[in-house]
């Protein structure tokens, strides 16, 4: 459990907390350049308790602002893009992607008074089809170096959603193995038969992973091991990646890989921004447009998703609620699925939405399989207090290569040392993708 004391430092990423000056050290991903056009209109977005636009001037630059006009705060969103610059529809103060204020028609001619108005803005760096913010103090680190981002846009599928709880405990589903054996997991038919594949099988038998953690330069290397036949181990490795990055384990031969990152948007709700990539190859149409694929990333299916409205990511926000018991079925749940949740996402999101907003961390009662989530927020909170005691900026900052790694998932024989077998795995080889269980 943590204490409350260092449950509100986990959680509380506004203006001026310890956690929100930690993460505006770090670059990070929230729109697709495809979400805006240039003199397009402006796309509303809120990240650590900031409400502010994106938008694109009419050659092409991107920025990101703040919302509101700085002369009687009313919401920029409904002006003008035009004429390399935003302009406020309420009195025509007109304003470019450096966020200074470049008109003001409704002053005298010969005033100055627009040279001393300027609003907030923050640098934007586009990769692969992902756009990047900084929004921490000047001069910028340089960009994380993760495997997609080198890429074509072909070789990979970008999804979005937002889930209504603190970012800390949706980010830590990515890590809790053991609830794999049972939140997404198939029951057997009645007919005595079971339709589970070797991994699924093996995460039934055995519901009670091994957990090991190595520390490294950019998180921690997680791994969950099983047992499995023939005298084997089954070892999925996930890699949590400071300050909010996941990359769990992938399935089968020359595998398609995930990349996610839990964004907060506040204290109380995080966008979750997935990509899924092949390393060797373009994505087929078929797989492009899987459901299964998609919804592993991030994506909610399209009978499941609210209608888009305006609001920030609002194209990205899910019907399935506690409100409605994110569909649950109890009779697939008797009969088919352990949880009855139908949609794999959901099966995260129920359990995570029905903590509270802000799970309350100081009542916990963690277990020897809660290893790698606590591991996790030490490492958090080791390196917010550092940067709030000593103001150490964390290593991995300037240090974008260390980023350049992998996720596996390998049968080894019983007792082999997991970290030390999947090094040359772990490591970015471009023109490489090796098989995984």
Request: aromatic share 10%.
């Amino acid at each position: 459990m943590l204490t409350q004391e260092d449950n509100a430092l986990l959680t509380q990423v506004g203006p001026g907390t310890p956690m929100g000056r930690l993460l505006r050290s770090y670059w990070f991903p929230f729109l697709f350049t495809s979400e805006v056009q240039p003199d397009g209109p402006p796309e509303r977005v809120r990240l650590l308790g900031e409400d502010l636009l994106a938008f694109r001037d009419s050659s092409g630059t991107l920025a990101l602002v703040e919302e509101r006009c700085p002369h009687r705060r009313a919401s920029l969103y409904f002006g003008r893009n035009e004429e390399n610059g935003l302009r406020c529809i309420y009195h025509g103060w007109k304003f470019d992607v450096a966020g200074r204020c470049v008109d003001q028609p409704s002053e005298p001619e010969e005033s100055t008074f627009k040279n001393r108005v300027s609003i907030t803005s923050y640098p934007c760096v586009e990769r692969s089809g992902v756009v990047w913010t900084y929004m921490g103090p000047q001069p910028a680190p340089p960009l994380p170096h993760f495997e997609w981002m080198d890429l074509p846009e072909d070789q990979h599928v970008d999804g979005k959603r937002v889930q209504y709880t603190n970012w800390a405990q949706a980010l830590e589903g990515d890590f809790d193995q053991s609830h794999v054996s049972y939140a997404h997991s198939k029951l057997s038919t009645n007919n005595g038969r079971k339709e589970r594949s070797l991994v699924d099988e093996i995460r039934f038998a055995d519901r009670h992973p091994a957990f090991e953690v190595v520390p490294t330069p950019y998180g921690c290397c997680i791994a969950a091991g099983r047992e499995a036949p023939a005298g084997q181990e089954y070892w999925r490795i996930t890699q949590f990646l400071m300050p909010f990055y996941s990359m769990t384990g992938p399935y089968g031969a020359n595998p398609i890989r995930n990349w996610r990152a839990w964004i907060p948007m506040d204290d109380t709700n995080v966008v979750v921004l997935g990509v899924t990539f092949h390393p060797l190859r373009p994505l087929t149409q078929k797989e492009r447009g899987s459901r299964l694929l998609v919804s592993g990333v991030s994506n909610i299916a399209p009978e499941h998703r609210a209608p888009a409205t305006s609001q920030p990511f609002g194209r990205y926000r899910p019907i399935a609620s506690l409100e409605n018991d994110f569909f649950q079925d109890r009779e697939v749940q008797r009969t088919t699925t352990f949880s009855g949740i139908p949609e794999f996402w959901a099966q995260d999101a129920a359990p995570q939405l029905s903590m509270g907003p802000i799970c309350d961390r100081s009542q916990e009662h963690l277990g020897t399989s809660d290893l790698a989530i606590i591991a996790i927020r030490r490492r958090l909170l080791a390196t917010l207090k550092s940067l709030r005691d000593q103001g150490e900026l964390p290593a991995e900052v300037s240090q974008p290569d260390n980023y350049y790694t992998r996720a596996d998932a390998v049968l080894l024989p019983a007792g082999m040392p997991w970290f030390e077998s999947t090094a040359e795995r772990r490591r970015v080889t471009p023109g490489t993708n090796p098989d995984c269980a």
